[in-house]
């Protein structure tokens, strides 16, 4: 598994988990110190907000599995990829991601876009 791949993996890992250490060990792992993270409802920077902004979503939708619902692509250290969250076996909310990695393959920056683009 490329560097970029396992930190994405790592990154999704974090929010199917609610042990604390074992959230830390993966973000650790995955992500810069000051890793940029903004979507719709959050615009945080560094690990720590990171997984304080993981546990108020996981407060907020108890039970919730988050999963990658496409391939990585990638080009220049940017990977685009959907991912979907799913409460109950039933689909919840989908998304897109635009991740920037490092050369190490470690996550610099998540932009992150809630449902999915219409079709023209």
């Known amino acids: 598994m490329t560097a970029y791949m396992d930190s994405l993996e790592k990154m999704m890992a974090v ?3 609610e042990d ?4 830390r060990a993966l973000v650790d792992a995955a992500m810069e110190h000051n890793v940029h ?4 409802n959050h615009n ?3 690990r720590d907000a990171f997984l304080k902004m993981v546990e108020l979503v996981q407060s907020q939708i108890p039970g919730a599995v988050y999963s990658r619902a496409s391939e990585v692509d990638i080009q220049n250290n940017f990977c685009r990829y959907h991912w979907a969250i799913h409460l109950d076996g039933k689909l919840i909310m ?3 991601d635009v991740t920037e990695v490092n050369d190490c393959g470690k996550i610099v920056k998540v ?3 809630f449902q999915l683009l219409e079709r023209t």
């Open 15 to 17: 929010w199917n988990t």
């Open 20 to 23: 604390a250490a074992e959230q």
């Open 37 to 40: 993270f903004v979507d719709p």
């Open 44 to 46: 945080i920077i560094g």
């Open 94 to 96: 989908p998304g897109f």
């Open 111 to 113: 932009i992150g876009f």
